[in-house]
């Protein structure tokens, strides 16, 4: 079992940068895919950004690439998004989310409880 925890979400200006950070006890995250993904209100969730186990390998959804950066540090079993001029439309619940295998696919094993990210224009 993996519980994951996510922190760093917050409110910020348009333009402003946050980092969130997925903690995950249980297990360690090596031989798991991990990703973010976000829930704004009255919309589907959608991927933003994921990586591989090893963390050689990343992808990004179109709207967040060249702003975010995902990354992912084995010894402290963490996971983080880095979030550069960020948006008013980047507004939404942010999830990490961890998968067992080469992708976090569309139905992750685990998933963390989620961290609000307002961005103010």
């Known amino acids: 079992q993996v519980q994951l925890v996510e922190s760093g979400g917050g409110l910020v200006q348009a333009g402003g940068s946050l980092r969130l950070s997925c903690a995950a006890s249980?297990?360690?995250?090596?031989?798991?895919?991990m990703g973010w993904f976000r829930q704004a209100p009255g919309k589907e969730r959608e991927l933003v950004a994921t990586i591989s186990w090893g963390g050689g390998y990343t992808t990004y959804a179109d709207s967040v690439k060249g702003r975010f950066t995902i990354s992912r540090d084995s010894a402290k079993n963490t996971v983080y998004l880095q979030m550069n001029s960020l948006k008013p439309e980047d507004t939404a619940v942010y999830y990490c989310a961890a998968n067992y295998g080469t992708t976090i696919g569309s139905r992750p094993n685990y998933w963390g409880q989620g961290t609000q990210v307002t961005v103010s224009s």
């Open positions: 249980g297990r360690t995250l090596s031989n798991y895919a």
